[in-house]
């Protein structure tokens, strides 16, 4: 049975590092209510003109470049963001440019929060399936250039990067399980209402401040822990394991205390929980990728473990995976 295994990974995070200090000058919060009620100290700041798809780019050369794969020989790309370059063309297209890989056709995939986690499990079936053997898959945001940086509920809590993960096919360890989920019917608690072709851009639209991201942080606080929860209980009911048996859970990092009360329902200890979420903040699909890479490069990832992933954001979407590590 034919399965896919990650081969290479890699992240980029800009240079410029935005402090709760310097959010202090901007807007009326504090170091102590930033760092007690999220868990995050610093994040970074992605340069002027450089978007998602730079990014991308600089974390994908280093996940080919471990993975001893030409960008030549991708057949599929898919970038995870809700922050593209443009509308259209995709980010996904724009990184093939910049990488070189004109035998792989590319698509973006608007998963918020879960869009790795999103575009792992698509990579994973066309892989599968057998339509594809080399797969690149990145999650890249720029939160920065959707962020009221006049509100403090929302624009202390976010950061830019990117991750990159190589797939391959193989018919030994690899992924074993993934469940995704999505509830369209709570789309405002997370949105950026303005500029699409519901709301097109105008000069309302600006005065309105409708072109940035608004959040009913306290309501996406208690689901986010109960669907984490359920998500990864449910993806590793799929691949007949239990929650003893997880290595390492790479959650989204989107609070500490989210992560926190994750793992406690979970039963997983903190030494097995993934958390970086104080040097970058939430990174949206950029968090998981960031984190997988960091864990792999940390050494907290070793040949046989079993490693779960757990992201949940805006849309409502949710997915985990289960990965036995190559
Ligand atoms: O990535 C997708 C998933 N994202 C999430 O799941 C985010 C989930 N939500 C959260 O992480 C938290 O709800 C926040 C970090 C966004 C907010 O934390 P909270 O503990 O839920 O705070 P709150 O919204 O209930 O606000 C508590 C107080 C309020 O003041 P009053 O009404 O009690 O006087 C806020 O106005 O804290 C105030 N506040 C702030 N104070 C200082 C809100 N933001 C700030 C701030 N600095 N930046």
Known sequence: MKSAKIVGLGKYLPAKRLTNKDLEQMVDTSDEWIKARTG?????????????????YKASEIALERAGIKPKDLDLII??????????PSTACYLQDYLKAPNA??????????????GLTTAWQFIKGGLYKKVLVVGSETLSAITDWQDRS??????DGAGAAVLVDTKKEGFMSSYLGSDGSQADILILPGGGSRQPASYETID???????????ELFRIAVRIMVQAAKKSLSQAKLKTSDVSLLIPHQANERIIN????????????????????G???S????????EAHEDGLIKKDNIVVLDAFGGGLVWGSCVVKWA
């Open 40 to 56: 995050i100290k610093e994040r970074r700041i992605c340069s002027k003109g450089k978007g998602s798809s730079y990014m991308a």
């Open 282 to 284: 939430n990174m949206s």
């Open 105 to 118: 056709c590319c698509f973006d995939i608007s998963a918020a929060c879960a869009g790795f986690v999103y």
């Open 261 to 280: 009360a994750v793992a406690k329902r979970l039963d997983i200890p903190l030494e097995r929980v993934y958390v970086n979420i104080s040097r970058y």
């Open 79 to 88: 970038v995870a963001t809700i922050t593209p370059d443009t509308q259209f």
């Open 154 to 159: 929302t624009c202390v809590l976010f950061g």
């Open 286 to 293: 950029a968090s998981s990728a960031v984190a997988l890479c």
């Open 208 to 218: 309105k401040r409708l072109h940035y991201m608004h959040m009913k942080g306290n």
